[in-house]
């Protein structure tokens, strides 16, 4: 079954171009990574709030992939420069 991540990301103001340019640059590396069918990221300037959208093959081709990016430092580097701890769901797709 695939599985489909849905997330918000709050970036402090000060520091939200260069989150967004961040989680942007993080895009094609997703893209590539095995078992990801899609991945698209929203930028909201205003409200100052990042939306991340991936669809993947199957749960096991997602954890894989967030282990990888664990590993890596990606989501520690990020994590810092938030307002608040990002929204983030997952949900079975038939």
Same mark, same amino acid.
């Given at each position: 079954?695939?599985?489909?991540?849905?997330?918000?990301? !709050?970036?402090?103001?000060?520091?939200?171009?260069?989150?967004?340019?961040?989680?942007?640059?993080?895009?094609?590396?997703?893209? @590539?990574?095995?078992?990801?069918?899609?991945?698209?990221?929203?930028?909201?300037?205003? $409200?100052? /709030?990042?939306?991340?959208?991936?669809?993947?093959?199957?749960?096991?081709?997602?954890?894989? !992939?967030? @282990?990888?990016?664990? /590993?890596?430092?990606?989501?520690?580097?990020?994590?810092?420069?938030?307002?608040? /701890?990002?929204?983030? $769901?997952?949900?079975?797709?038939?």
């Amino acid at each position: 079954m695939k599985e489909a991540v849905f997330a918000v990301i !709050y970036p402090d103001a000060d520091t939200f171009e260069a989150h967004a340019e961040a989680v942007l640059e993080m895009l094609p590396g997703t893209r @590539d990574f095995p078992g990801c069918i899609e991945a698209h990221v929203g930028i909201n300037r205003e $409200r100052c /709030e990042i939306g991340v959208f991936h669809l993947w093959e199957s749960p096991e081709h997602l954890n894989r !992939y967030l @282990d990888w990016r664990a /590993e890596r430092g990606d989501l520690d580097a990020r994590s810092a420069t938030m307002r608040r /701890e990002q929204d983030f $769901r997952t949900f079975s797709v038939p």
